[in-house]
């Protein structure tokens, strides 16, 4: 059975939560390199610029209500 955050979680980043849970965050920055950390940073940032910011704002001028 899957937990929530299984199913919250990108598929390209369940490998590393998993390794991150068994061997810590030095390992998971050796296997995916930087590359991996800026893309995660990235990933997130866009979502949650989407989620915090251009909902409300479209809410707010009335783009999705109509």
Do not use: C, Q
């Amino acid at each position: 059975m899957t937990s929530w955050r299984d199913k919250l979680t990108p598929p390209f980043l369940r490998p590393y939560t998993k390794l991150y849970r068994e061997e810590g965050w030095r390992a998971v920055v050796k296997k995916g390199g930087w590359k991996l950390v800026v893309g995660v940073i990235l990933y997130y940032l866009v979502r949650d610029s989407i989620l915090y910011l251009l909902i409300p704002y479209l809410i707010a001028r009335g783009f999705i209500s109509n």
